[in-house]
């Protein structure tokens, strides 16, 4: 083969690029030069031979974020969890104290009695009771609602797909606060719902909508419902039809083809999804307050009560500490799970 | 390129017995998709225990009729019929027809045994059952002790296999096969070539393969139907693809061959050839008799590269020879490809079997050399 010719004039977009590597080929040798240094080099190889080099650094900076701001906070939550109310400033007891004058004299305040008064009061087992049911029912109503959401999207029309998920996304660009008033003015007893009804003839007097568990219901699935959306989005989406014919193929109806098939394939998504909303409905404070019952037991109502009305910031800690480990052991266990079905995946 | 025994089972040769049923029959079938017409007015006979294949290049149209006949896709308009049935409107999951994907399709949640057993447990047929016969699929590919692997633990001709046994296990009446062998190795592909050969005589299903690779088409097919922009262009077994092209279409798709355009205006000498006059080459050519009948219009001579000889002294011939200059040698181990350019700046291509470990005409870069061919070579085609 002849060497293609070179052309007479190299096109515009060719110089520019062209200009662009003779840049970048410029950048990296003044950096190579640089890093050869002496100093520097010294610097690379004491710090390598430490285990940090520029991929320790990229992982660091998450970490050194949770480690700040989610480990030392929780550390503090869990310190006040182990002290016992005083009225101060702080309101708690510091955990170690100096009794006396001498440096030995180190008292130390440590208090299990919140965690036990959890167990022994039933007021707050009643209220994580209760705070589970919540959202294991709003999680389920997510995930009828959501999952043919999602898939309709995702056997929607390519054009059609990034449109479709817009408008789902598209409430969150109002303040959450402000769709949950919303809300409070569509179900109260004039409100337009009940005055819809009325006009259509259905009812002859409103139901009472507003301040009942359905309300709490109804408002945390509609708040969280786009986090069950998009990840069985995201997994239906990508998932090989070939799959499906292949199924028809072999005597399979469109409908078994969906649960022996397209169901457990998508099932990453349903866990991811059902995470996603169940996690922060167990806690949610504001949905429940504002929609639900004024005698609701929500975990997250009585943690705020602890903190703001009774002022006992150890309960109240004791409190937040349990619901974590109520959450986080099931998700542990559910990620292992979900762990050992990739395994038998691609 | 030898067809695989397609002159001796009686069985082959059905589609040359006007009395015999076609098992499968396609009229005048159209598929388009808006303005894009993929399958253009095809009619086809495939029949029973044949191994037909449908070549052609991509988007030739041919996946999309293997699709509607597993029910994927519908006809725009005609009919097709498998066993006297007419499968208008008859869903994939209600034909008595199963098809193996080119991708293969495998469920990667269930097992090797899920997998192949899926087809009789949709017919609900009893555990033991299921049992009993996934392991004889099994057994027929070569799978024993597979069983309780996920697909992703297989190697690709072990999940080519596995497709396979899957698409085998309900005994359809006719297996589709869409590019089988694209994703295997060159020497893999060849051992599977064979043995798909062996598995079809054995069961006695018919076979439909849609390939773009001729040399697969040539080793697997009873018969071939090459396709091109939609329509069938030929129909043959791989011998008569191959020797008596129908246009030039599928003279240059399958394998190469040298063309040279002629006068359209022919007579006979005493012998009874067809006598052709074409600019490319200095002498006539003359062509025997029976190489298909003389077309109209524009027409080319075709010379496949292995039936021109390669000589240093002229032929003592008046007809069928020219001569040139060697431009390139390429030596392939079996065989040595020669690019000869013609006077009139034409190249052409000629082979040459390397019988001999050393080659004692010692032909070079840049040698004069005569190239003659036989009366019976030369093919005359029409666009």
Known sequence: MKPAGRPEEMPRATAEQAAGERFGRALRTTLGALARRPPIRWLRTQLARRGLNGRTAVIAVPYLWLLLFFLVPFAIVLKISFSEAQIAMPPYQPLLQWAGERLADIRLNVNPGNLLYLVEDSLY?????????????????????????????????????????????????????????????????????????????????????????????????????PFMVMPLYAILEKMDLTLLEAAEDLGCRPLRAFASITLPLSMPGVIAGCMLVFIPAVGEYVIPAL?????????????????????????????????????VVPIMYFQRVQERENEGQT | MASSAADSASVRQAWNDPTAEPYIRIEGVTKSFGDFVAVDDVSLNIFKSELFCLLGGSGCGKTT???????????????????????????????????????????????????VGFGLKMEHRSRSEIAGRVGQMLELVRLEGFGKRKPHQLSGGQRQ???????????????LLDEPLAALDKKLREHTQ?????????????FVVVTHDQEEAMTLSSRIGVMDHGRIVQVGTPKEIYEFPG????????GSVNLFEGQAAAEQDEDGHLCFACPELERPVHVARGAGPAPQGRIW??????????????????????QGRVKEIAYLGDLSVFLVALQSGKTIRVTRPNVMRHDDQGITWEQQVYLHWHDSSPVLVSE
């Open chain 2, 65 to 115: 009729l293997l699709r509607m006949l597993a029910g994927f896709e519908e006809p725009s308009s005609g009919r097709i019929f498998i066993d006297g049935l007419d499968m208008c409107g008859i869903p994939p999951y209600q034909r008595p027809v199963n098809m193996m994907f080119q991708s293969y399709a495998l469920f990667p949640h269930m097992s090797v045994e899920q997998n």
């Open chain 2, 161 to 175: 296999r596995v497709a396979l046994a899957r698409a085998l296990i309900k005994q359809p009446k006719l297996l």
């Open chain 2, 247 to 254: 246009n030039r279409f599928v003279a240059e798709f399958i």
């Open chain 1, 125 to 225: 087992l009643r209220a994580f009771a209760n705070s589970l049911q919540v959202a294991a029912i709003s999680t389920l109503a997510a995930l009828m609602i959501g999952y043919p959401l999602a898939y309709a999207i995702a056997r929607a029309e390519p054009r059609w797909r990034g449109i479709l998920l817009m408008m789902v996304i598209l409430p969150f660009w109002t303040s959450f606060l402000l769709r949950v008033y919303a809300w409070i003015g569509i179900l109260k007893n004039n409100g337009l719902l009940n005055n819809l009804l009325l006009w259509l003839g259905v009812i002859d007097q409103p139901i009472v909508m507003l301040q009942t568990d359905f309300a709490t219901y109804l408002g945390i699935v509609y708040c969280y419902l």
């Open chain 1, 291 to 327: 929609l639900g019952p004024a005698d609701s037991l929500m975990i997250g109502k009585v943690l705020w009560t602890e903190f703001f009305n009774n002022r006992d910031w150890p309960v109240a800690s004791a409190v937040a500490i349990a619901l974590l480990l109520l959450l």
């Open chain 2, 194 to 206: 064979f043995e798909l050969v062996n598995l079809q005589e054995q069961l006695g299903i018919s």
């Open chain 2, 301 to 322: 001579v075709a010379i496949r590269p292995e039936k021109m000889q390669l000589s240093l002294a002229p032929p003592p011939a008046a007809a069928n020879w020219t």
